[in-house]
């Protein structure tokens, strides 16, 4: 395994090349005359068709990753809208439901009442039976 691992980092993976920087903007293959203590820039050598291949693929994966995105966006804005109208028709259906209440408490109410002022007139109450009558 020692052996191994030796004989990987003695192989060289890749050329490379020595440039060495010696102004700003400015790179050259040989060492700088004025500035002798500077360490060489390693930079592989990659082929320019490598390098535009690579730009391509990620030209593509970045448009997959903005339409994905996008289509994520709008998936989260549709259950939005849905969250919404959800809602409206909950309350809507709640309101229904407090009128409706609200109507059958009146009712009772004014039954009560004519009940009490007259109670010699007999109430048809077409949910109770016949036992159940309320005088």
């Not at 060495?20 to 500077?38: E, L, N, R, V, W």
């Not at 970045?62 to 809602?87: L, P």
């Amino acid at each position: 395994m020692k052996v191994f691992l030796l004989l990987l980092v003695l192989l060289p993976t890749s050329a490379y090349a020595q440039v060495y920087k010696c102004a700003p903007g400015k790179y050259q293959q040989d060492p700088c005359p004025h500035k002798p203590s500077i360490r060489p820039l390693v930079i592989n050598d990659i082929p320019k068709q490598r390098q535009l291949a690579a730009q391509h693929r990620w030209a593509i994966k970045r448009e997959e990753i903005r339409m994905a995105d996008a289509a994520m966006a709008k998936a989260w804005e549709r259950e939005r809208a849905f969250r919404i109208e959800e809602a409206k028709v909950a309350a809507v259906w709640r309101q229904a439901n407090a009128v409706q209440q609200a109507a059958q408490a009146l009712e009772v109410r004014n039954d009560i009442e004519i009940f009490k002022l007259q109670p010699w007139i007999p109430r048809f109450y077409p949910d109770l039976s016949i036992y159940d009558y309320p005088y």
